[in-house]
């Protein structure tokens, strides 16, 4: 049985990925309803967060998770208290690199803090991308000098 009835937890949830996934299995076993709180391109401006997939997008997949029963924005860092008294939140739950920092919460409902999963993040997956783009770009430069070679050699 688990042990509150609804929890929410905030996030941009770009490229969704294997660790937020296992964020949202645990938070699962610790609240029959969970509450994600998306957000908005605007708000990840305001975080300095630079995102791939538009919010409709991000949204609409977290949506899909078969562990989520709401979507709403995150607009701004004020919005939690308000979200845990509109959404009648039991807890706030988040992955451990932001231990701590919603403890002021505590007075208004539990705050727990779940390990990370390791080796998988939003930034690891674009600097994948990137590496490989480069890798492409060096190998098609290359490949470009031997075909203008050939073709020099056949003029
Ligand atoms: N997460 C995780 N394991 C990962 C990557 C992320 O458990 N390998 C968790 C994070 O700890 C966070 C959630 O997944 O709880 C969403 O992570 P991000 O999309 O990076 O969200 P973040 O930028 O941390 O935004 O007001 C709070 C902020 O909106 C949180």
């Known amino acids: 049985m688990a042990k509150f009835k609804r929890a929410i937890t905030y996030g941009t949830f770009d490229m969704f990925h294997v660790g937020h996934l296992e964020l949202l299995k645990r938070i699962k076993n610790h609240a029959e309803e969970i509450v994600v709180a998306v957000s908005?391109?605007?708000f990840n401006t305001i975080k300095?967060?630079?995102?791939?997939i538009p919010?409709?997008?991000r949204a609409q997949i977290v949506e899909a998770i078969r562990y989520v029963d709401r979507v709403i924005p995150e607009h701004s860092w004020e919005q939690k208290l308000e979200d845990i008294r509109k959404y009648q939140i039991?807890?706030?739950i988040m992955g451990d690199d932001w231990e701590g920092k919603f403890d002021f919460l505590k007075p208004y409902c539990e705050v727990i803090?779940?390990?990370r999963t390791k080796d998988i993040?939003?930034?690891e997956l674009?600097?994948?991308?990137?590496a490989i783009s480069?890798?492409?770009?060096?190998?098609l430069n290359h490949a470009l000098e031997i075909l203008t070679r050939i073709k020099e050699n056949l003029e």
């Not at 300095?48 to 791939?52: D, L, N, P, S, V």
């Not at 674009?126 to 990137?130: D, I, R």
């Not at 480069?134 to 190998?139: A, S, Y």
């Open 134 to 139: 480069c890798v492409n770009v060096r190998e």
């Open 90 to 92: 039991d807890a706030l």
């Open 113 to 115: 803090y779940l390990p």
């Open 40 to 42: 908005t391109d605007d």
């Open 121 to 123: 993040s939003s930034t």
């Open 126 to 130: 674009k600097e994948t991308l990137k």
């Open 55 to 57: 919010y409709a997008q």
């Open 48 to 52: 300095g967060k630079k995102t791939i």
